[in-house]
């Protein structure tokens, strides 16, 4: 223990002793001191002996405070007359219900605990085994902590560092430049040096900020600590506190086993692939354990719990950290560092507006970090998290909403949308539209006819008549007399698409276009200088769109099918294309609200049109997973209720697994994939569907083949079609009734969810079977998926599992979407206060010039796209 720790436990001592009612004058006086001259330790010291029962009592050893002297010192004796000032008190006998059994019986086996004693059988367990006496491991009689005796917070935060206050400019941001190393508690502390400051960087902590940001993830109330002698197999959460007895590191198998001891009895804890965790602890370490409690072979163990020191632990509520088994870093190494980083924190300047602070009942933003750190009870850690979490929030809704001031300041199309091409197409349709769909395009009018671009998202599940929705959009874009692009990621969709708004554009006298590859460069020269000149008033294409070489006379609205299928990029190089400079109208369209589609609709990015009718004549779709579906078992009731549909004269999707390869472009995949398909289509052939007619289609296969195998389908001459992800979108065989999906735990939810509804399109029930062994995220999957057919709640489960993505900036994925606290499905209502607020702040500084603290936080959010705030 070096000499700052030595003072800083002496003064935790003393402030004990004083809260307890047991100090003599000269130790009350030094526990309300900030600062301690080495005169005032050598008197403290002096003291102390003659408190050492109280001292055990409260959880502090006497020989630790005082060094090795402390067996050499003589205290006064027990009732001996006060004699001028600073006399102790007469000693007050121990609670003989408190003290350790005379004989603590020795250990017994591996992982044993205690005997019980003779008064406790509830402890004593059988036939006494043989008893085996392991290294650092002897008979105690060590002191039953029944309660230990906390500090506040404020006293906590209150001791002194013993180093300067940390050197930065009082913000938030400025303790970004704060490396970790500055803080005392991690260089000096003994044991801990070079090698520790670098697993904290490994883990991600390299600055003060990281640190704070480092939110605890739960707490452990200190009130409710359970004594030793209490503990039963079958407690969960428990917190019990003893004495480090012995510790072993075994680093071929990868574990710790850590033994501490109270009144007699011994707890084990066997640490997995944390082998290092024994080198953390010293013999005769007051530490807390928590975690469940069950037994091994009749003795008392927590396996992997948390073990932390005790005298790091003097606040009412003991911070546990999300740890790093990969990098060593533990929660009690977290949490010294927090201390002292907060203790050398004089001042924090805090951007937020008293007035939002008043009305969301809001802490300050220092008092929020030490709450979280250092809470003196739950509702004061809740309320600290929720203001980091609001920071967040707001950080992220003013910098959409400052990207979005800025996208309205663009040049856009003027569009007139006259109803002279659309009134024909509803008129000609054999159906009448939705509710849902008649909203939609009202919707989508309005922001046709307004001088800012469009940026809406066309939400809808499986069947929803999206695609029709689209095509009514284009025609309002035409009407005006621009062009109209569609931009789908594969090119089965986009044959799909096509066929049905040439269909429309000739009843209407209008040219649509698909773009051909650069395979065909007649009919490609004819669609681009058709595009160029206006005489084609919609194309559709796959990525193809995006070259240079594609050129529009008058680009108004750009449709993005799928549109989390594309990068944010791709999606504005087809925006680009508008005329003159200006920004094409955007409408996004997808099935199924995937992380960062889901996230974005949550933050307002974007204007969102949902939906929520189904046509009539959707048939639900029944759905089960089974972990094993063997493709050569005829027998196999799966594959008996496929032939019988098929008997019926039905049609079947089997989809084949997904094989992990490097990324393709879209609309591409791997030959592993195609290979694959190829062989599930053999085995089924061979096997659990012999007899019927099989085909393949691949994203492999020349589209001319592939095309003339989904005709074939589709027209009933073929009974099974083994696919790859080729058919996730956009087919449409009404008389397929059942799909099968191999390896269902490699795929995401959008995607699982995008192949089921590729049955039920008709009047027949659609049934679908997922198979495959699954890890537990993929269980979750699975679960959901046999729960609902609801493409939005299937969102929401996806956005928890995978993470929103980087909201600001171009990153489709990747967990929390940057945020560091806030938590997009649980801060829900801290999500829309957060937004209400950045609206209102925006309204009236739309550069936020008035509050350039907040600026430049924003500007940090915002990356690379921060130029949008440096407009004057």
Not at 392 to 404: H, T
Not at 477 to 506: D, F, K, R, S, W
Not at 740 to 763: C, E, M, P, S
Not at 821 to 829: G, H, I, P
Request: charged share 20%; with cysteine.
């Amino acid at each position: 223990m070096t000499a700052v720790e030595q003072v800083d436990t002496l003064r935790a001592a003393v402030i004990a002793l004083h809260q307890s009612g047991s100090a003599t004058a000269i130790l009350s006086a030094a526990a309300r001191s900030a600062h301690w001259h080495p005169a005032v330790v050598e008197r403290v010291r002096a003291q102390l002996p003659a408190f050492a029962d109280q001292l055990g009592a409260l959880g502090f050893d006497l020989t630790q405070l005082l060094g090795p002297t402390a067996q050499k010192a003589k205290p006064p004796p027990q009732h001996a007359p006060r004699h001028g000032f600073g006399a102790g008190p007469p000693r007050v006998p121990l609670d003989p219900a408190l003290r350790a059994p005379q004989h603590a019986a020795p250990r017994r086996g591996f992982g044993a605990g205690p005997a019980a004693p003779a008064t406790d059988p509830a402890l004593h367990q059988g036939t006494p085994k043989p008893q085996h006496t392991t290294r650092n491991a002897r008979p105690r009689h060590d002191v039953e902590i029944r309660t230990i005796p906390t500090l506040s917070a404020a006293a906590v935060l209150g001791q002194p560092s013993h180093k300067p206050p940390l050197e930065f400019e009082g913000t938030l941001d400025g303790l970004r430049g704060v490396p970790i190393d500055d803080l005392a508690g991690i260089r000096d502390d003994a044991g801990i040096g070079d090698k520790e400051l670098e697993r904290l960087t490994a883990a991600g902590i390299a600055t003060v900020y990281d640190l704070m940001m480092r939110v605890p993830l739960r707490y452990i109330d200190r009130s409710e600590i359970t004594p030793m002698s209490a503990l039963r197999p079958g407690m969960k959460n428990v917190a019990t506190v003893g004495k480090v007895l012995s510790t072993k590191a075994d680093w071929g198998k990868k574990y710790a086993r850590i033994e501490i001891g109270a009144g007699g009895y011994r707890v084990t804890s066997m640490q997995f692939q944390q082998p290092w965790l024994a080198q953390r602890f010293r013999r005769d370490d007051l530490v807390l354990m928590w975690g469940d409690v069950t037994e091994w072979e009749g003795f008392i163990q927590m396996g992997g719990a948390l073990i932390a020191p005790m005298r790091d632990a003097t606040a009412p509520f003991v911070p546990v950290y999300p740890q790093s088994d990969k990098h060593q870093v533990s929660t009690w190494t977290l949490h010294r560092a927090a201390l002292d980083a907060l203790r050398r924190l004089p001042a924090l300047d805090d951007p937020l507006p008293e007035q939002i602070r008043t009305t969301r009942q809001l802490p300050g933003r220092l008092e929020a970090l030490r709450a979280v750190h250092v809470p003196d009870n739950a509702a004061d850690a809740t309320s600290g998290r929720d203001r980091l979490a609001y920071d967040e929030l707001l950080r992220m809704q003013l910098a959409m909403g400052v990207q979005r001031n800025a996208a309205r300041q663009r040049p856009a199309v003027v569009h007139a949308p006259t109803g002279t091409l659309t009134r024909p197409w509803l008129d000609s349709l054999p159906w009448p539209l939705t509710g849902a769909q008649t909203r939609v395009l009202k919707e989508i009018a309005a922001d046709l006819r307004a001088p800012s671009p469009m940026k809406r998202l066309l939400q809808g599940d499986v069947g929803s008549g999206k695609t029709a929705t689209a095509i009514g959009a284009m025609l309002m874009a035409v009407e005006g007399g621009h062009q109209a692009a569609l931009m789908a990621p594969i090119g089965v969709l986009v044959q799909q698409h096509y066929e049905e708004i040439a269909e429309t554009c000739e009843q209407l006298g209008l040219r649509a276009v698909l773009v051909p590859g650069k395979n065909k460069p007649k009919a490609r020269r004819e669609a681009l200088a058709g595009l160029a000149s206006g005489e084609i008033h919609i194309a559709v294409g796959t990525t193809g769109l995006l070259s240079e070489d594609v050129q529009f006379k008058s680009l108004g609205l750009a449709v993005i099918d799928e549109q989390h299928r594309f990068g944010v990029n791709q999606r504005a190089a087809l925006l680009a294309k508008g005329p003159g400079g200006a920004i094409a109208d955007e409408l996004g369209a997808t099935a199924t609200p995937i992380p960062r589609t889901a996230a974005m609709t949550q933050f307002g990015d974007v204007d969102i049109s949902i939906l929520d009718e189904l046509p009539p004549g959707r048939t639900p779709i029944k759905t089960r997973w089974e972990p094993v579906v063997p493709l050569d078992d005829p027998a196999h009731e799966h594959w008996v209720f496929v032939r019988s549909q098929i008997a019926e004269g039905r049609q079947a999707f089997v989809v084949c697994p997904l094989v992990a390869e490097p990324e393709t472009k879209a609309g591409q995949e791997s030959e592993a994939q195609s290979a694959a398909a190829m062989e599930t289509a053999t085995a089924l052939s061979d096997g659990a569907l012999s007899g019927l007619r099989i085909a393949v289609v691949t994203g492999r296969q020349k589209p001319a083949d592939r095309a003339e195998i989904m005709h074939a389908f589709s027209i009933g001459e073929l009974d099974v079609l083994v696919a790859t992800t080729v058919i996730e979108v956009g087919v449409s065989v009404p008389n397929a009734t059942t799909i099968t999906i191999l390896d269902a735990g490699n795929f995401g939810l959008a995607q699982l969810h995008q192949l089921r509804g590729r049955v039920g399109r008709g009047k027949h029930p659609g049934f679908c079977v997922l198979t495959g062994e699954v890890s537990d995220i993929g269980q979750a999957r699975m679960d959901a998926m046999c729960e609902t057919t609801d493409g939005f709640k299937l969102a929401n489960v996806d956005l928890e599992l995978r993470g929103p993505g980087a909201l600001a900036g171009t990153a489709q994925a990747g967990h929390r979407a940057g945020l560091l606290v806030a938590d997009l499905l649980a801060d829900a209502e801290l999500m829309h206060a957060a937004r209400a607020d950045a609206q209102q702040m925006l309204a009236a500084d739309p550069h936020l010039l008035r509050r350039p603290t907040l600026r430049a936080e924003v500007e940090r959010a915002l990356g690379e796209d921060a130029h949008y705030l440096r407009r004057s």
